[in-house]
């Protein structure tokens, strides 16, 4: 049976399709869909194997790829991810936004109490801090329902104008239905080489646009365009107008003023170029 499974997946390989072990075969830890093979591979679709028959492996894929996540754009650097599975997940949760029913994951970074809290309340099944209190770099490596969740660590400035704390940040990283979405945090420093690798392919990137509470608008437009999503959510505005921050980008990038705070998006649908689309109540 073990070398049926080989061979089929080598078939699969050799079609050009790209694929992750099943869940019950890993190891240790989960394997991510969006890592810098990714890069490598940009034309290749990413899903789990259910099955060794290639024709219930190309139905799976092309269900995957019209599976929607609904974002929300909750306010400051909030949002509310609902997955085709039902699970729920707030970013850079602290109380002040809140979704209509408790989310069931809540991360948070602690740049300061806009972006955290300690008392999120029991409902909240977990509780994903960007930072660590032993001194070691956050770890998250989490599945709930058809949600992986991980994080990628970057170190936040201690205080306005202070030294770099390391690790304090994290990018979280939610990968469902086939779709790579991050949110930035509240990232105080440009990314280098191993950052771009640990984050890997980012469909959708959630990113703070307020001119330099984070880091100047120059650094922020460098970043996004080297990640290359294909959908730009701004958040975390404050100071100049949002129309500074898309002043910035080339005609490589559309841009959109939604309707909506909510955007429902599948691998189906992702914009052909990259779009800035800015929610409701930014």
């Not at 990714?38 to 099955?51: C, E, I, K, R």
């Not at 609904?70 to 729920?88: C, D, K, Q, Y």
């Not at 408790?102 to 109490?113: D, L, R």
């Not at 949110?183 to 980012?202: C, S």
Request: overall charge negative.
């Amino acid at each position: 049976m073990l070398r049926s499974a080989v061979l089929t997946c080598a078939v699969l390989a050799s079609a050009g399709f790209a694929f992750l072990q099943a869940p019950a075969l890993a190891q240790e830890r989960a394997v991510s869909q969006c890592q810098a093979i990714a890069q490598a591979l940009p034309d290749a679709g990413f899903v789990q194997l259910a099955s060794a028959d290639p024709f219930a492996f190309s139905l799976q894929q092309a269900a995957t790829r019209d599976q929607t996540v609904a974002i929300t754009f909750l306010g400051h650097s909030t949002f509310l991810l609902e997955t085709p599975g039902g699970v729920t997940i707030a970013t850079d949760y602290s109380g002040f936004h809140r979704p209509p029913q408790p989310p069931m994951v809540a991360t948070m970074n602690k740049a300061h109490s806009t972006h955290y809290t300690l008392t999120p309340g029991p409902e909240i099944a977990h509780v994903l801090h960007g930072w660590s209190d032993d001194g070691n770099a956050a770890d998250h490596d989490l599945v709930v329902g058809d949600a992986y969740i991980r994080n990628v660590p970057t170190d936040i400035r201690a205080g306005y104008g202070g030294a770099m704390e390391p690790d304090g940040n994290s990018i979280f990283i939610f990968e469902v239905a086939g779709l790579c979405v991050g949110h930035l945090g509240h990232l105080h420093h440009e990314l280098d080489e191993t950052d771009y690798a640990e984050i890997g392919r980012l469909d959708v990137v959630m990113v703070p646009v307020d001119g330099g509470l984070t880091m100047g608008a120059e650094s922020m437009v460098r970043v996004v365009t080297r990640l290359r999503s294909a959908l730009i959510l701004p958040m975390h505005r404050r100071g100049p107008p949002v129309e500074s921050f898309l002043g910035l980008f080339g005609p490589g990038f559309d841009r959109k003023m939604a309707d909506s705070a909510t955007v429902t998006v599948s691998l189906r649908t992702l914009p052909k170029k990259p779009l800035i689309m800015v929610l409701q109540g930014l």
